[in-house]
């Protein structure tokens, strides 16, 4: 396998749930040659899911908490998919992830437009300038019209639109999707079946297309067309890259109609791994010295067993099997002799990585979100988001004996990124903080699996929590001092105001406004 940056291909799916990214995601590793029938995907994640206590509730809710790691190789690249699990309830991991990967794909549903978890996803995408291509999905059902929908992406997300293929009718009349940047049309040879056959034409006007479609419908699309030419960007490639610009594709990835435009634009526009900034300088991919951040742990699917996996994503250099590497904040060094490859089949040892992989180190809770690992060099790789909390509540335990293990157990799942933990100035029960309501159900599951300790939740009378900083010590003392009952602290000791509602945060400002509050703080 060659291991160069620039074969790599790192990226992710956002969407609102339903819009199709599990079959897209099927597809691409079926088209891509990583799975040998489409239905895979779905069934491995079920024989998972049975796998552990606390994943039971994914699976009761038929959903995926969990993300990972699907590589495998197609026109001599190497493409990385690295999964965000789309329910609206999930824990900042998914978010973490989008910090791992170089560029998105985002599909959104034809009839629906812009939902609320890909206008979330996306912001959080628009904070790295990820590049995005956009598959509007699901066009052989109704649909709202094309210029609706890509006038929705530019107003609702800034982000300039350029089409790259239409689709001819949608619903009862979707005939097939025109590449308005080669000519070619695919189309189905029998109406309603998947996509299987691709018609090369001179431009929309060509007469083969006289023949295949009925004419009312395709006068009305060449219309569309010329219009979309010129009422649109053309695409250009720095704009994309910079994450001004995303380039279109009307779909559907049921009907195979999609799927291998993606592979291909991927292959050809999607970058390469970046430079990732560090605290003491920018690590560029070419870098001999192998180094990378962690993104996620996930602890193990057995519960009798505590270990975990923590996936780092590789910034620079080759890396080894059996390489030892530098934990920075540790100072310690670690043998890394059983990493992990994500192959879409199987688990498989990796013997060597490079820039924009995932590898998989098995650990017993040693390492945490966050971390770094170098060849030595101390520096810590930033931008790595934790966010502003939107579910708070206060911690009870009923059994005061075990005491020891709910701090274990609050601390374990922190560094996993589950949840938040913070503790009051006033009064001693711990206050956790969540992304999305599930996550209590999570927490409290796996707290008794694998902890041992039954614990409850209690609401406060706080629905937001954001931090609080000031470059002026004595007037961020001040201002802690001054309101005492709604400060907490976080893990690493930073301040973080509690409020009841918007309008406080919004009143308190006021008054102090020396204090800058916000919404997300980097890790490092
Ligand atoms: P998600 O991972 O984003 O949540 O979506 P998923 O792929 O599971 O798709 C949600 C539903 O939409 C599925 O139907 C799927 O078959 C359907 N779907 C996905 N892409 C297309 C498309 O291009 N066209 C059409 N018409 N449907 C599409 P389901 O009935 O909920 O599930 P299933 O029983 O078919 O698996």
Same mark, same amino acid.
């Given at each position: 396998?060659?291991?160069?940056?620039?074969?790599?291909?790192?990226?992710?799916?956002?969407?609102?749930?339903?819009?199709?990214?599990?079959?897209?995601?099927?597809?691409?590793?079926? +088209?891509?040659?990583?799975?040998?029938?489409?239905?895979? /995907? =779905?069934?491995?994640?079920? !024989?998972?899911?049975?796998?552990?206590?606390?994943?039971?509730?994914?699976?009761?809710?038929?959903?995926?908490?969990?993300?990972?790691?699907?590589?495998?190789?197609?026109? &001599?690249?190497?493409?990385?998919?690295?999964?965000?699990?789309?329910?609206?309830? +999930?824990?900042?991991?998914?978010?973490?992830?989008?910090?791992? /990967?170089?560029?998105?794909?985002?599909?959104?549903?034809?009839?629906?437009?812009?939902?609320?978890?890909?206008? !979330?996803?996306?912001?959080?995408?628009?904070?790295? &300038?990820?590049?995005?291509?956009?598959?509007?999905?699901?066009?052989?059902?109704?649909?709202?019209?094309?210029? @609706?929908?890509?006038?929705?992406?530019?107003?609702?997300?800034?982000?300039?639109?350029?089409?790259?293929?239409?689709?001819?009718?949608?619903?009862?009349?979707?005939?097939?999707?025109?590449? /308005?940047?080669?000519?070619?049309?695919?189309?189905?040879?029998? =109406?309603?079946?998947?996509?299987?056959?691709?018609? @090369?034409?001179?431009?929309?006007?060509?007469?083969?297309?006289?023949?295949?479609? &009925?004419?009312?419908?395709?006068?009305?699309?060449?219309?569309?067309?010329?219009?979309?030419?010129?009422?649109?960007?053309?695409?250009?490639?720095?704009?994309?890259?910079?994450?001004?610009?995303?380039?279109?594709?009307?779909?559907?990835?049921?009907?195979?109609?999609?799927?291998?435009?993606?592979?291909?634009?991927?292959?050809?526009?999607?970058?390469?791994?970046?430079?990732?900034?560090?605290?003491?300088?920018? /690590?560029?991919?070419?870098?001999?010295?192998?180094?990378?951040?962690?993104?996620?742990?996930?602890?193990?699917?057995?519960?009798?067993?505590?270990?975990?996996?923590?996936?780092?994503?590789?910034?620079?250099?080759?890396?080894?099997?059996?390489?030892?590497?530098?934990?920075?904040?540790?100072?310690?060094?670690?043998?890394?002799?059983?990493?992990?490859?994500?192959?879409?089949?199987?688990?498989?040892?990796?013997?060597?990585?490079?820039?924009?992989?995932?590898?998989?180190?098995?650990?017993?809770?040693?390492?945490?979100?966050?971390? %770094?690992? %170098?060849?030595?060099?101390?520096?810590?790789? %930033?931008?790595?988001?934790? +966010?502003?909390?939107?579910?708070?509540?206060?911690?009870?335990?009923?059994?005061?004996?075990?005491?020891?293990?709910?701090?274990?157990?609050?601390?374990?799942?922190?560094?996993?990124?589950?949840?938040?933990?913070?503790?009051?100035?006033?009064?001693?029960?711990?206050?956790?903080?969540?992304?999305?309501?599930?996550?209590?159900?999570?927490?409290?599951?796996?707290?008794?699996?694998?902890?041992?300790?039954?614990?409850?939740?209690?609401?406060?009378?706080?629905?937001?929590?954001?931090?609080?900083?000031?470059?002026?010590?004595?007037?961020?003392?001040?201002?802690?001092?001054?309101?005492?009952?709604?400060?907490?602290?976080?893990?690493?000791?930073?301040?973080?105001?509690?409020?009841?509602?918007?309008?406080?945060?919004?009143?308190?400002?006021?008054?102090?406004?020396?204090?800058?509050?916000?919404?997300?703080?980097?890790?490092?």
């Amino acid at each position: 396998m060659p291991s160069s940056h620039e074969t790599r291909r790192t990226f992710a799916i956002i969407s609102h749930p339903d819009a199709g990214k599990t079959t897209l995601t099927e597809k691409l590793l079926y +088209f891509g040659g990583a799975i040998r029938m489409a239905g895979q /995907v =779905k069934a491995r994640g079920e !024989k998972r899911r049975a796998k552990s206590d606390w994943m039971k509730i994914e699976q009761e809710r038929g959903i995926s908490v969990t993300s990972s790691v699907m590589t495998f190789e197609h026109k &001599d690249l190497i493409f990385n998919l690295l999964d965000t699990p789309g329910h609206e309830d +999930f824990s900042e991991d998914t978010y973490r992830t989008l910090t791992a /990967v170089d560029s998105a794909i985002m599909v959104i549903d034809a009839s629906k437009g812009i939902e609320a978890q890909t206008l !979330k996803l996306f912001e959080v995408c628009r904070l790295r &300038d990820i590049p995005i291509i956009t598959l509007v999905n699901k066009c052989d059902r109704e649909a709202k019209d094309p210029f @609706e929908l890509m006038d929705e992406i530019q107003e609702t997300l800034a982000l300039d639109v350029s089409p790259m293929v239409l689709p001819i009718g949608s619903g009862s009349t979707f005939h097939g999707c025109y590449n /308005v940047t080669n000519g070619d049309y695919y189309t189905a040879k029998t =109406k309603g079946d998947a996509f299987d056959t691709i018609v @090369e034409t001179s431009g929309i006007d060509d007469a083969k297309l006289d023949d295949l479609v &009925d004419s009312q419908l395709l006068e009305e699309s060449r219309e569309m067309i010329e219009l979309a030419s010129v009422g649109y960007s053309d695409f250009d490639l720095e704009s994309y890259r910079e994450g001004h610009l995303s380039p279109v594709i009307f779909g559907s990835a049921l009907k195979d109609f999609g799927p291998t435009a993606l592979l291909d634009l991927i292959a050809d526009i999607a970058p390469m791994p970046r430079p990732s900034p560090t605290t003491e300088r920018t /690590v560029s991919p070419e870098e001999k010295k192998v180094s990378g951040f962690v993104f996620k742990v996930q602890a193990n699917m057995d519960s009798h067993h505590r270990d975990r996996v923590a996936f780092m994503r590789i910034c620079s250099g080759d890396f080894k099997r059996g390489m030892k590497l530098r934990q920075v904040r540790t100072g310690k060094d670690i043998m890394v002799h059983s990493p992990i490859m994500f192959f879409a089949q199987d688990r498989e040892i990796a013997q060597e990585a490079g820039p924009g992989d995932v590898i998989g180190i098995p650990n017993h809770g040693t390492i945490r979100v966050g971390d %770094t690992f %170098t060849e030595g060099e101390q520096m810590q790789f %930033t931008g790595l988001p934790a +966010f502003a909390p939107e579910v708070l509540r206060r911690v009870r335990l009923p059994d005061g004996t075990k005491v020891k293990q709910l701090r274990r157990a609050l601390e374990d799942l922190a560094e996993e990124g589950l949840t938040q933990v913070f503790k009051p100035n006033i009064g001693s029960n711990w206050i956790i903080g969540l992304v999305g309501i599930l996550q209590l159900d999570v927490l409290k599951s796996r707290a008794k699996a694998e902890y041992g300790v039954e614990i409850d939740f209690e609401p406060i009378t706080y629905n937001m929590a954001v931090w609080v900083k000031c470059d002026d010590e004595a007037k961020m003392k001040t201002f802690l001092s001054a309101n005492v009952n709604n400060i907490v602290h976080d893990r690493e000791g930073s301040p973080v105001f509690l409020a009841k509602s918007q309008w406080e945060i919004d009143f308190t400002k006021e008054r102090h406004p020396d204090i800058t509050f916000m919404k997300t703080r980097e890790l490092v």
